[in-house]
C-alpha cells in the first residue's frame, strides 16, 4: 500500500486545471476512487473540488458518465447560434426587458407570476432569546 492508502494514481492536465484520479484503499479495505480538481486561483493558493467513488458503486457511475459524454459529443455536433462578435461582447438583457419585450409581441395574455412568502411561526425567536421572565 502506498501513501495514504494509495495503491494507484495519475493526472490529465488541461488549461489551467489538472485533474487526479487516485485509488486508494480505507482502513476498512475498501477500495474507491478520489476525483480531484485544482485549479490556481489569485492569491497563489489552489482551490480543490473532489468527488469519491467507492468500488461498488463505480459500474453504475460508470454507466452514467458515459451517457453524459455521449449527450455531450451530440450536442457539440448542433449547429450553433450565429452570434457576432458585437452580441457575445455586450452584457446580457435585464430579464424584466425581456419579460416585457416577449408580452408586446405575444399576441396571448401576458403570463402572471405568483411569488409566495413563507409564512411567519407564531413563535418570535427574538422574544425566546431574550431569557427575561416575568
Do not use: W
Amino acid at each position: 500500500m502506498g501513501i495514504r492508502g494509495e495503491l494507484f494514481s495519475t493526472r490529465f492536465i488541461c488549461e489551467g486545471r489538472t485533474y487526479f484520479f487516485n485509488v486508494k484503499e480505507n482502513r476498512n479495505g475498501d477500495i474507491f476512487l478520489s476525483i480531484v480538481e485544482s485549479k490556481p486561483t489569485e492569491t497563489e493558493t489552489f482551490d480543490r473540488r473532489s468527488i469519491v467513488i467507492f468500488q461498488e458503486n463505480m459500474e453504475g457511475f460508470m454507466r452514467a458518465m458515459r451517457t453524459a459524454a455521449g449527450y455531450m459529443e451530440k450536442a457539440s455536433q448542433r449547429p450553433k447560434p450565429d452570434r457576432t462578435a458585437i452580441q457575445s461582447s455586450q452584457p446580457r438583457q435585464d430579464p424584466r426587458q425581456a419579460r416585457q419585450r416577449l408580452q408586446e409581441s405575444s399576441s396571448q395574455a401576458p403570463r402572471r407570476f405568483v411569488i409566495r412568502k413563507k409564512p411567519h411561526s407564531s413563535g418570535d425567536s427574538r422574544e425566546s432569546k431574550s431569557g427575561a421572565s416575568d
